[in-house]
Structure formats: C-alpha cells, structure tokens
C-alpha cells in the first residue's frame, strides 16, 4: 500500500524529520500519530486509520544497517525538499503573475483544456518574437512533435523525432492530452487514430500536431481560438474528422451517435 500519494509534500516532510526510520515510526502511539496527521490538516478518520494500520504491518526491505539510509540523513533530506517546496512554490507564483500580466494571455485562455498549468508552458514555447517562427512546421519539428521521414533507396521510413527540447515536446503533449476531453475535433481525431491502430501516445502526437497549427495561426493574427469557427472551418472544408458527425445542439457543436 503507498501511504501517500506524493512523497513530497509538507506532510511527508514532517513526518521523516519527527519519525526518519520506520522503527521509529513503528515506536509511535497510534494517538500521537492521529494528532500528527490532524495538525497537518488531514482530518479523515478512514484515511488516518488506514495509515496507521499500514504503518504498524510495514516491513522493511533491507535490515542490513550497513545499507540503510541513517536517520539523520534522511531529517536532512526531508530539509532540502522543503526548501526545494517554498522555492518551487514561490517560483509558480512569479509564473502566474507574469503570466496574467502578459498581453498574449489571452490566446492560451482560449484553448481548451490549457488550464493555469499549461497556458504558461505553451505561452513559453511559442514566445512574443512573430519573428521568430516563419511556418507552423517550424514549431513542429524543433518541438519534436513533427515525425523524422527520410528514404534509403527506395525504402522510405518515419520514426519518432528524439532530438528536440524534450520540456518543449513534452508541453505540446500534455496539452494535447487535455484537450481531448475539451475539443470535439481533437476528441475525433484521437479517436480516429486509435481506431487505425495507433497507441495512446502516437494518437496524441497526432493531435498535438494539428494544434500546433491551429496556436502558431493564432499567435500569428494575434486572434484567440475559437471552437465554432473551427468546427466550421472542418465542415466546409469536409475534413475527415467530420466523418464522426456533428451536431449543433443549444449553440454548441456535439458528437452525434450516427455520422453525417
């Protein structure tokens, strides 16, 4: 059983600088614990028991001492991840107020599924220099998210681009992920491509790609996204991924059971 869903939060933190070894921690009254855990705002009975019970039946894997991280070194690891936390913490904070005051938030905030995390990321990756990218394909292939084609005869080949800003591959990626339960376009075309035979990765590049297109027009015209006009755009164009049928219900462009 994990105990704690992240190992570095203030919880965990306070819990190896009172207790750093799990004899020690073992030691414990199963009250003093509950007060720990309650001073640390977890106040859920269920929860609290099921730790403390998990806690009591814990063994450990080495028993070697010679092996086994020494008290103090774990209090002092515990420190460090604490000052890691405030620095980290302070930093999302100047990220978000940069963030808010930056004249292109608004094109980020238009994309679903972006969320606070996200917006800045993408903000970053694409910069304010509209300069700086001549073409949608540029963003693609430093990203990484653009596939690598070559030929060796008359063999030709498509493989998985690796060199590239791996946080920058990875922002397109995660923010494609997203949107897929927030885009009915992007939720069709994943859907598309796991149909096809595609994994769950290789699907999301897909989807990933078509958004880089979409974002680098916006930055461009300097234009928020907007769904409907999208949506739009696919039908007249009588894309493929209008395969999936559309229909406008209350205003809003819904997935229809049975294709147009």
């Known amino acids: ?43 859920v009975e269920e929860l609290i028991q099921s730790r403390i019970q998990a806690i009591r039946q814990a063994q450990p894997a080495p028993e070697d001492p010679a092996i086994l991280a020494g008290a103090l070194d774990v209090q002092h ?31 980020y905030a238009s994309l679903p599924g972006a969320g606070p995390a996200l917006e800045p990321r993408l903000l970053a990756a694409m910069g304010t220099d509209r300069n700086r990218w001549m073409a949608a394909d540029d963003v693609q292939k430093l990203s990484g998210i653009a596939p690598v084609t070559g030929r060796s005869g008359n063999t030709a080949y498509v493989v998985f ?3 590239c800003p791996k946080f920058m591959r990875q922002t397109f990626h995660e923010f494609a992920a997203h949107s897929i339960a927030c885009s009915v376009w992007a939720r069709a075309c994943y859907d598309q491509q796991r149909a096809a035979g595609k994994d769950h990765h290789a699907a999301v590049r897909t989807v990933a790609f078509k958004w880089i297109r979409i974002i680098f027009r916006c930055w461009q015209d300097r234009q928020p996204y907007d769904e409907h006009k999208y949506l739009d755009a696919l039908q007249r164009r009588r894309s493929p991924l209008t395969a999936a049928g559309w229909q ?10 049975d294709p147009a």
């Open 1 to 43: 059983m994990r105990w704690f869903p992240d190992i570095d939060t203030a919880l965990v933190c306070a819990l190896l600088k009172r207790w750093p070894t799990l004899k020690a921690l073992q030691g414990a009254h199963p009250g003093t614990l509950r007060n720990f855990f309650h001073n640390q705002n977890c106040r």
């Open 77 to 107: 690891l515990a420190a460090q991840i604490d000052v890691l936390r405030a620095h980290i913490a302070e930093l999302d904070q100047r990220i978000a107020q940069r963030y808010a005051e930056h004249p292109d938030r608004f094109l």
């Open 161 to 163: 681009r690796r060199a």
């Open 248 to 257: 406008s219900i209350a205003g809003f462009q819904k997935l229809s059971a």
